[in-house]
């Protein structure tokens, strides 16, 4: 005999807030909030999702990063990259892009299209000390390289980064071993995932009514309170500490949901804006640098 999955539950649910970012991208912001700054090792995550140009067309013109990774995940629309070495490409719906910033990047980040909706998603993941100065690098994918998991019930299961079953996501070599899943339940669909033990993990669903975490139907009943497990659109629920995660939508209409979990760094966090690293000192170096000229 295994042992028993240890089901993880909703440890916490917070709800998105509006916010405004690059030259006033309207989003909705999850972690980096008042009611959640950070889940180590994420930094942020806004979703984006809006019909109307005037909430998108201004983009994110050229801006810099350090110290960090931003994954930018398109579920529709178009999104141009450029940077400061000539590197540019252009994000469609089901892509992803995992940009390891590094020691520094110069980007602009602007929507390619006019009019049409425009939704998908940023995190930013945080790297260790030893890490923060590495080369950027970045791993670009277009949906057609993102695996599929079908099941029975009608869930899809996208894997961008991690494991679902035998499927393995495209994005590899990321600190932390990350696990980046795109879920869809149709209604009354499930999906059983592992979550490696010691890893933080969070669920923001994006469609539907709401997912239930549903760990106590699935074998050992320790879920005594299941309102505190129904996470509802537009919430992020910070997974509770486990091996394994049960999520089931038991709604009218067909939900989807991130699945994000990585390893946590545990080291002192110094971030201003678009720089993150350990202390005010390498903060100040790099605003120094970013001015002299000298950033990459
Ligand atoms: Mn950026």
Known sequence: MSTPPKWRTAERIVAAEPASDGAGVKLN?????????????????????????????????????????????MIDGNM???????????????GVQWMTAGRGILHSEMPEQVDGRMQGFQLWV???????????????????????????????IRVVAGAHGDISGPVEGIHGTPLYLDV???????????????????????????????????????????????????HLAVLSSGDCVSLRNSGDKTARLLLVAGAPIGEPIARYGPFVMNTEQEIHQAFKDFQDGNFV
């Not at 400061?84 to 252009?90: L, Q």
């Not at 979550?195 to 320790?222: L, P």
């Open 80 to 94: 141009r990259h450029r940077d400061n070495t000539g590197a540019e490409g252009v994000l469609r719906g089901g």
């Open 184 to 234: 869809t339940l149709p209604t009354g669909a499930a999906v059983i995932q592992p979550v490696e033990s010691g890893h933080n993990g969070f669920v923001y669903v994006f469609e539907g009514d709401a997912v239930e975490i549903t760990g106590a139907e699935s074998g050992n009943g320790d879920l005594n309170d299941r309102s505190t497990n129904s996470v509802p659109r537009r």
């Open 29 to 73: 912001r999850s972690i980096s909030t008042p009611a959640l700054p950070d889940l180590d090792p994420f930094l942020m995550l806004d979703e984006f999702n809006t019909e109307n140009p005037d909430d998108y067309i201004a983009g994110f013109p050229e801006h810099p990063h350090r110290g960090f990774e931003t994954v930018t995940y």
């Open 126 to 156: 945080n790297l260790p000390a030893r890490l923060k100065m590495t080369d950027p690098r970045y791993q670009e994918f277009d949906g057609a390289g993102v695996p599929e998991v079908r099941q029975e019930d009608g869930a899809l």
